[in-house]
């Protein structure tokens, strides 16, 4: 387990808001030294707490549409169960990966052009492995919200600001955005000489392109991939069937404002009211539910959740 400090969890924190920010710019908002910062992300990165940068892409203004995929497993060993997940990750839009105790055993989703490209990846998966699934739920996202960890720092520094996919019209763009696209997914910190390197453009066209695509909100923001355990947190997903859907608008509010709810989540085929909460134990997760409960009394019928146990892939824009 890493030992981090308040001053870590900040620079997680300006980190995670925009990961293409410099050192300079971070260290200078948090009253640090450049030298200062810069060796203590080295050490977030080398400790494995920072696992990666990656782009919230809107896939909704390049056509794509975001699909889940809940399994529950039977009949498994976990070398089969490992080799369901590496069928489901060697399809080349999946997305996510979690594998997860509670509810569901696996949760993924998928970035598909039409709803016949997604059936013939569940074709696939049922060909091979349908009798060892017991029950499995597809839904479609229509709205996907991503909220920053605010949790990581005190009320005075949280920042309650919102990114939203899954809901916009096409834009105009080409290859050459796509490769662009596909390369700031993967590694939201590369540099601009890379990006122009691999584009075979100079510096000052990839440079456009970039602002470009965030200036039409293709390109939404640069966040970082924190490994929860390194830090004493766990991931769990709640979804929630509601007995009166009136108070949707205040769920959603108190989703907005709570400090360790991190993604809200709008389908088709899933329930009322879905989010993602990032939180020390079960302990204070159920604490959470607690609050809910008594807070939404009589509104709430019933809940699941599941827990995730192992991130196999977090990416927001699938592979060639």
């Given at each position: 387990m890493v030992e981090i400090d308040n001053i870590d969890k900040k620079i997680l924190f300006e980190i995670d808001k925009n990961s293409r920010r410099s050192i300079k710019e971070i260290a200078k908002k948090l009253g640090l030294k450049r030298d200062t910062a810069a060796y203590r992300l080295k050490q977030l990165e080398k400790n494995n707490v920072i696992t990666g940068y990656y782009t919230i892409i809107d896939y909704s203004k390049l056509g794509y549409?975001?699909?889940?995929?809940?399994?529950?497993?039977?009949?498994?060993?976990?070398?089969?169960?490992?080799?369901?997940?590496?069928?489901?990750?060697?399809?080349?839009?999946?997305?996510?990966?979690?594998?997860?105790?509670?509810?569901?055993?696996?949760?993924?989703?998928?970035?598909?052009?039409?709803?016949?490209?997604?059936?013939?990846?569940?074709?696939?998966?049922?060909?091979?492995?349908?009798?060892?699934?017991?029950?499995y739920e597809v839904s479609i996202f229509y709205e996907f919200i991503h909220y920053l960890k605010n949790y990581l720092v005190e009320e005075k520094l949280r920042d309650y600001k919102k990114f939203s996919t899954g809901k916009s019209t096409g834009v105009k763009f080409d290859q050459t955005d796509i490769k662009l696209l596909r390369m700031i997914a993967h590694n939201s910190r590369i540099s601009?000489?890379?990006?122009?390197?691999?584009?075979?453009?100079?510096?000052?066209?990839?440079?456009?392109?970039?602002?470009?695509?965030?200036?039409e909100s293709v390109i939404l923001g640069y966040r970082a991939l924190i490994n929860l355990s390194t830090?004493?947190?766990?991931?769990?997903?709640?979804?929630?069937?509601?007995?009166?859907?009136s108070c949707l608008k205040e769920l959603e509010e108190y989703a907005k404002q709570h400090p360790h709810i991190t993604y809200e989540?709008?389908?088709?085929?899933?329930?009322?009211?879905?989010?993602?909460?990032?939180?020390?134990?079960?302990?204070?997760?159920?604490?959470?539910?607690?609050?809910?409960?008594?807070?939404?009394?009589?509104?709430?019928?019933?809940?699941?959740?599941?827990?995730?146990?192992?991130?196999?892939?977090?990416?927001?824009?699938?592979?060639?």
């Amino acid at each position: 387990m890493v030992e981090i400090d308040n001053i870590d969890k900040k620079i997680l924190f300006e980190i995670d808001k925009n990961s293409r920010r410099s050192i300079k710019e971070i260290a200078k908002k948090l009253g640090l030294k450049r030298d200062t910062a810069a060796y203590r992300l080295k050490q977030l990165e080398k400790n494995n707490v920072i696992t990666g940068y990656y782009t919230i892409i809107d896939y909704s203004k390049l056509g794509y549409m975001l699909v889940r995929l809940y399994l529950k497993f039977q009949n498994t060993t976990p070398s089969l169960e490992e080799e369901i997940i590496q069928h489901l990750i060697a399809e080349k839009s999946c997305l996510t990966m979690f594998k997860a105790e509670g509810t569901w055993d696996l949760a993924s989703g998928f970035l598909v052009t039409s709803f016949l490209e997604f059936k013939d990846i569940q074709k696939r998966l049922h060909k091979k492995y349908r009798k060892n699934i017991n029950i499995y739920e597809v839904s479609i996202f229509y709205e996907f919200i991503h909220y920053l960890k605010n949790y990581l720092v005190e009320e005075k520094l949280r920042d309650y600001k919102k990114f939203s996919t899954g809901k916009s019209t096409g834009v105009k763009f080409d290859q050459t955005d796509i490769k662009l696209l596909r390369m700031i997914a993967h590694n939201s910190r590369i540099s601009l000489l890379e990006l122009a390197s691999g584009l075979k453009l100079s510096s000052m066209a990839a440079r456009y392109r970039l602002k470009q695509l965030e200036k039409e909100s293709v390109i939404l923001g640069y966040r970082a991939l924190i490994n929860l355990s390194t830090i004493r947190y766990e991931y769990y997903k709640v979804d929630i069937e509601l007995e009166d859907i009136s108070c949707l608008k205040e769920l959603e509010e108190y989703a907005k404002q709570h400090p360790h709810i991190t993604y809200e989540d709008k389908t088709i085929g899933g329930l009322d009211f879905e989010f993602d909460v990032e939180i020390k134990n079960d302990d204070e997760f159920y604490k959470l539910i607690a609050t809910l409960k008594e807070r939404f009394s009589g509104m709430i019928r019933t809940y699941r959740y599941y827990k995730a146990k192992k991130i196999y892939k977090y990416i927001y824009l699938p592979d060639e």
